[in-house]
Every structure is written in structure tokens, then in C-alpha cells.
């Protein structure tokens, strides 16, 4: 009777432990959820405020000269410059609701049509796309290609080719000193990879891989002073990994620049 007894008492505790385990559980799961909940909460108020400024800031500037060019007789030069302000912060404003509309699609994965797309000549499109949209010198971005594999071809929509490829040149102009010097590397073997190189304000080391969720942003002072929505380097993610591909971040620190490379299967 003796041992019956102590087995029920030992029974009840193993029972009780096994309980508070279930209950400690359940209480870390919890307080898991709640933490990931609040850090998408924050990362949705980030975004929110982000894009926010990324459409009011140009839209403030177009209704300022409007009411100016209203109000009162300005000459030619200074009307001709008001206009080249207001196109730039209408192509910021366009930019800006592009790429929440891009994130959205690539989000719910909408299929568009493939073809055979040659990097090298949109690689080349973008450059100068990029040079006269930031108004910058053919020096200030250098492609080298290295193609003896083979030609450059990869299987994918081309108009998402050449979102990512802008977002990757966008975001290196954005975060380079006042004098952009900036270095593409596109090459072909198994894999076709378009390097990005830039000699701005880099990426801690702890953030590298970080930089391509969406909405996120370095929470770095240097980083703040530029404007953005934390969307470009998540769209870029999303097109890489739709066709088969990747994309990561390489720096030696802040002030030590940065290289994004962005990789694709090749079309045989």
C-alpha cells in the first residue's frame, strides 16, 4: 500500500510538471507571436510614414510652383526651371506608386509572359537610362562583361528584369557620395550575374541579409537622410527568386560601400 501510494504522488507530479511545461509552452509561443506582431506593426507604420513622405514631399513642391507660376509673372529661365522641378518630383511620385504596386503583384504572384531576354543590351538600356535620369556621366557608371561561356540569355518576363536591375542601380546612385562612382560586373557561365558596386555609405554586416524584407530599412543616421519605402531591394529579391535566381549584399562596413549581385539560370 505503501508503494501505491508514493506512485500516485509521484504520478500527480510527474502530471503537474507535464502540466506546467504545457502552460510554460504555450506562454513562449505567445510571447513569440506578440513579439513577430509587433515588429510587423512597426515595419507596417515604417512603411506607411516612409511612403507617405515619399508622396507628399513631391506633391508639396508641385502645388508650391504652381501657386507661384499663379500668383505672379516669373521669365522664361526661371518658369523653364520650375517646370524641370515639378516633371522630377512627378517621375519621384510615379517611382514611388510603382513600386507599392510592383511589391503588391509580385506578393500574390501574378505569372506575366517569358522570353528569351539578353542581359547585355538591357543591362546597357538601364545604364543609360539610369545616367539620364540622374543626369550623370558615362564614367560615373562603369559595365565590364565577361561573356566567354556564352551569351547572356535568360528565360523571364523582361519588363521585371529591368525593374530589378533599376532598383539595384537606383538604390547604389541613392546611397553614393556626391561624386557617384559606381561599378557593374555582368557576366555568364553556368549563371548569369549582374554585379553592382558602389563607393557609398555601405551596410553593416549585421543588416545584409536584413535589407531585403520588405519595408525594411538600415536604422542607420546616414541611411535616414535618403528617402525611401524600403520596397526596392524586396522587389529585387522577389524577380530573383520567381525565376530561379538570387540576389545578396556584400560590404565591409559603413563608409566602406557596397555590392549587390544578382544572379539568374542561364537560357542554354
Not at 64 to 78: A, I
Not at 179 to 203: T, W
Not at 219 to 248: M, P, W
Request: with cysteine.
Amino acid at each position: 500500500s505503501w508503494i501505491v501510494i508514493n506512485w500516485r504522488e509521484l504520478g500527480t507530479l510527474i502530471l503537474g510538471v507535464i502540466f506546467f511545461g504545457i502552460v510554460i509552452a504555450g506562454l513562449v509561443l505567445n510571447t513569440i507571436f506578440l513579439v513577430r506582431e509587433i515588429r510587423r506593426n512597426e515595419q507596417q507604420d515604417s512603411f506607411l510614414h516612409a511612403v507617405t513622405h515619399e508622396l507628399k514631399t513631391p506633391l508639396t513642391s508641385i502645388r508650391l510652383y504652381l501657386q507661384t507660376l499663379q500668383s505672379r509673372t516669373v521669365d522664361e529661365k526661371q518658369r523653364d526651371e520650375f517646370y524641370r522641378v515639378m516633371l522630377a518630383d512627378s517621375d519621384r511620385l510615379v517611382s514611388t506608386v510603382d513600386k507599392v504596386l510592383h511589391a503588391a503583384e509580385l506578393r500574390h504572384g501574378e505569372n506575366k509572359f517569358k522570353d528569351v531576354v539578353d542581359m547585355e543590351k538591357l543591362v546597357r538600356e538601364c545604364l543609360e537610362q539610369a545616367r539620364t535620369h540622374h543626369h550623370l556621366s558615362p564614367e560615373s557608371l562603369r559595365l565590364l562583361v565577361e561573356t566567354s561561356a556564352g551569351t547572356a540569355n535568360v528565360i523571364a518576363n523582361k519588363e521585371e528584369l529591368r525593374s530589378a536591375l533599376s532598383n539595384v542601380l537606383d538604390n547604389a546612385i541613392k546611397y553614393s557620395p556626391e561624386k557617384v562612382d559606381i561599378q557593374i560586373e555582368l557576366s555568364a557561365d553556368e549563371k548569369v550575374s549582374v554585379r553592382v558596386r558602389d563607393r557609398g555609405i555601405g551596410i553593416p554586416r549585421a543588416e545584409l541579409k536584413r535589407v531585403f524584407k520588405r519595408f525594411y530599412r538600415v536604422g542607420d543616421r546616414e541611411v535616414a537622410r535618403v528617402k525611401g519605402s524600403g520596397l526596392g531591394l524586396f522587389i529585387v529579391r522577389s524577380i530573383a527568386k520567381k525565376y530561379g535566381g538570387k540576389v545578396f549584399a556584400e560590404s565591409e562596413g559603413p563608409g566602406r560601400g557596397a555590392t549587390i549581385t544578382i544572379q539568374f539560370p542561364r537560357a542554354v
